[in-house]
């Protein structure tokens, strides 16, 4: 099997002129943000990867460009082979475009990248949030997204927190 994604992989790479990346065993291909619908279709429909299996970000910030990179694992059921495509997105308004057209799940994917990250996801059909409230401030998984906390309570800190309960007694 492996050596059938590598002619996939290989074929990508000479018609995207794509880079591939290994790391922890995985291998993906960068692209670019201009190329992923191209590259979602050519793998769907000439290579049989019929399931988006997963979407995420990684945040690299403080950098700024790239800021992140958008993570997108397809699978091919047929030949139970996996792949991963690295997207890079700037900083400053960071956007990708739908692959909703390719891959129905996506909808809801791409709702997630946005609510967590703040990637705004053009062409999208339905981009609200999907996790957090509707009125939620935001996006909690960029590095930069303030900690907001209650300190957790052990024997060396009660006297300090029962006092800013509003039952403790004064």
Known sequence: MEEKL???MDALVERFSAEVRDFGGERSLMITADQLKDVCKTLHEEYGFDMLSDLTAV????AQDPRFHAVYHLFSTATNTRIGLRVPVAGTQPAIPTVEEVYYNANWHERELWDMFGIHIEGHS???RILMPFDWQGHP???DYPLGYEEVQFTFNFDEIDKRKPYAKE
């Open 59 to 62: 945040d690299y910030w403080p």
């Open 6 to 8: 590598q002619t996939i």
């Open 141 to 143: 998984l960029r590095k």
């Open 126 to 128: 339905d981009l609200r």
